[in-house]
């Protein structure tokens, strides 16, 4: 060994790590800056509880990557240690090998992934090979674990994360995502069963696969990166800090419970919030934008918020992530929500379908698509246009108090990937009585033409939208992500002006409001 070239990695130009395509926008490989990012969090935390501390200049502190995928949180952590260790351990070549053996570990998810991590660490896909770093490792795995699992099948799918045995049954050369870390019902045990006996690590960082094909049943995903949050949270680390989707706030599939869980928890110390995922994954489209936190396990208190637009950056602000049901984001927008909120008005959620509310999925096609003068008007989607067929009335079986009601119904899903200013919802429609839908629209129920002309007009706001925008994390607009909208009287034809002279907002919030939401159009086909 001759220079410090195998450790200061970030000096070459390029970093391999940064020219390496993703394997999915799912399992997303983590850039060497947002790496970095995360590591000046956790260190500047680690120096405020430990008197100043340098976390790089320890030699017992103990790291865990449990989703390894290209190495580059160890990779960064070894070459942070080589560096803040000098002092303590002089020699370089016992100064690595320490690191590499007693302080660095990783938790790889696929068979490709541990080979990459451990060429990023050791500089060599195997860690008792000639060309490793690391002296003192009898195997080639050395501490990037890495064996394929199998799912536990109960039924038709996996009772640890959810995977369907119809995607994920596979033949034993092929990689089953049965990932080590959250296939056990012992963390504890399994981690020393991995790496040879019990083991306390401080810190925990990663980013974690964010969803399972076929874990919500038949061609769905699911979300899983929450389960590794959850089962690092079991070996009470010092510090976790993991970075996932930003969807987990507002809304997903299962993540109700660990929301909540997430919302009360006053040991997360930081979250740093990007709005769009492109701003730290180039070329990953994924709804939602994406966050890491870190988690300090002697930390009880609010949070410091960070939110990363591609305009700016707001804060760190100190808030109570528990303060709502959900996570607002727009931090400038909580005081718009507070003023309307006062006025303690009935929700608009009140005359509101649910999703599915006449029981027909998006794909129905149990109706005849050339309607007859005595059917009852069924308004469907297909391919983003809308179509109206028709059903007997006999064949409404559900909601049929709702069939003879005037409508105003609008698209439960309309995706934007994170454009502002954002329409927020897609066009909405009026529905004579009587009427029906598939799960493709979304409806609000009155009993008259004015009614209905009234509350669409509403719907058009601004001001609506942006209210749903506060709740509205991906393109899903579920009936939820209205229930900060009021009900109005539907006499009258509203209108912005109209509804912030009403709720007596400021210069200022009128004008965030127009910066996030774009008027309505009204030549679009819903």
């Known amino acids: ?108 998810i696929t068979h490709l992934t541990s080979l990459l991590a451990r060429r990023s660490l050791y500089c060599s896909k195997y860690a008792d090979g000639p060309h490793s770093i690391a002296k003192g490792f009898t195997s080639a795995a050395g501490n990037v674990w890495f064996e394929r699992m199998t799912h536990t099948w109960v039924g038709d799918k996996c009772s640890y994360c959810g995977a369907g045995k119809s995607v994920f049954d596979r033949a034993a050369g092929l990689e089953s995502h049965a990932y080590a870390f959250i296939h056990t019902d012992n963390i504890t045990a399994r981690v020393a069963e991995l790496f040879g006996g019990t083991m306390q690590f401080d810190v925990i960082i990663g980013n974690p696969p964010y969803q399972m094909k076929g874990g919500a049943g038949g061609s769905s995903d699911s979300s899983i990166y929450h389960l590794f949050v ?42 740093i919030d990007f709005e769009r995922m492109d701003l730290v994954f180039p070329g990953v489209d994924f709804e939602g934008g994406v ?42 927008g909580l005081s718009i929500l507070k003023k309307v909120n006062s006025f303690n008005e009935a929700s608009i959620i009140n005359i509101m379908s649910a999703d599915k509310e006449f029981g027909w999925t998006s794909n129905f096609d149990n109706f005849r698509k050339d309607k007859l003068p005595s059917d009852i008007p069924l308004y469907y ?115 912005d002006e109209a509804l912030f002279e009403k709720y007596q907002l400021s210069n200022e919030d009128i004008a965030h409001i127009g910066a996030n939401i774009r008027p309505k159009r009204y030549n679009d086909d819903a």
């Open 230 to 271: 959850e089962q690092a949270k079991k070996l009470e680390p010092r510090f976790l800090c993991m970075v996932i989707p930003s969807r987990w706030m507002a809304t997903g599939l299962g993540l109700n419970e660990f929301r909540q869980t997430m919302l009360q928890d006053k040991s997360i110390s930081n979250l």
């Open 381 to 495: 989607g297909r391919n983003g246009k809308r179509f109206i067929g028709g059903i007997d009335r006999d064949a409404i079986t559900k909601s049929p108090h709702l069939v003879d009601t005037w409508k105003v119904m609008t698209s439960a899903a309309y995706g934007e990937r994170g454009a502002r200013p954002a329409m927020v919802l897609g066009p909405s429609f009026i529905a004579p009585s009587p009427s029906v839908c598939t799960q493709t629209y979304l409806f609000f129920y009155v009993s008259s033409q004015v009614e209905a002309e009234s509350l669409q007009s509403y719907l058009d706001t601004r001001f609506v939208r942006f209210l749903v925008s506060l709740r509205k994390i991906t393109q899903h607009a579920t009936r939820s992500t209205y229930t900060w909208v009021p009900q109005q009287m539907w006499d009258r034809k509203w209108t």
């Open 1 to 108: 060994m001759t220079t410090k070239a195998s450790f200061a990695l970030r000096g070459r130009n390029p970093d391999v790590l940064t020219c390496i395509a993703n394997l999915s926008n799912d399992e997303v490989f983590t850039p060497p800056e947002l790496a970095n990012r995360m590591l000046n969090t956790l260190a500047t935390a680690w120096a405020e509880r430990h008197d100043g501390a340098d976390i790089w200049a320890d030699p017992t502190v103990k790291f865990l990557d449990p989703c390894t995928k290209s190495g580059v949180f160890l990779r960064e952590i070894t070459s942070r240690l080589t560096v803040g260790l000098t002092a303590r351990i002089p020699d370089l070549h016992e100064r690595v090998t320490h690191i590499l053996t007693k302080q660095v570990f990783g938790i790889a």
């Open 291 to 332: 966050c890491f936190f870190l988690w300090n396990r002697d930390y009880k208190g609010n949070c410091l918020v960070t939110t990363i637009t591609p305009e700016e950056t707001i804060g760190p602000v100190e808030r109570d992530l528990n303060e709502y049901d959900i996570f607002v984001r727009d931090m400038r």
